[in-house]
């Protein structure tokens, strides 16, 4: 299994990115898919998730700013982030989280500029 984010970068107080991931080494579309942050000195948390049939869920602090998308076809999951604040700031992680055990490819950094 192998998943790497990409989009990161550097972005004022407001702004957006968008964060992709490609993914290998198992049936895409057959599993949830899922983002993950880690701020400085702070725990690992759950950003949101997306079912193969395209359902999300999302940390509350994040509803209404970030969509979760998945190309099934192109193997992709994708994390848009609008109106960005400075404690969004982490890196953020994709994964595939309903294999037997969880896959956490490495992290693209967000730095959201106040």
């Known amino acids: 299994v192998q998943l790497q984010a990409s989009g990161g970068g550097l972005v004022q107080a407001g702004g957006s990115l968008r964060l992709s991931c490609a993914t290998s080494?198992?049936?895409?579309?057959?599993?949830?898919m899922a983002w993950s942050r880690r701020a400085a000195g702070k725990r690992r948390e759950l950003v949101g998730s997306?079912?193969?049939?395209?359902?999300?869920n999302y940390l509350d602090s994040v509803k209404d700013r970030f969509t979760i998308s998945r190309d099934n076809a192109k193997s992709m999951v994708y994390l848009q982030m609008d109106s960005l604040k400075y404690e969004d700031t982490a890196a953020y992680y994709c994964?595939?989280?309903?294999?037997?055990?969880?896959?956490w490819g490495q992290g693209t950094q967000v730095t959201v500029s106040s």
């Open positions: 997306i079912s193969p049939y395209g359902n999300t």
């Open positions: 994964g595939v989280t309903s294999l037997p055990r969880d896959y």
């Open positions: 080494g198992f049936t895409f579309g057959s599993h949830i």
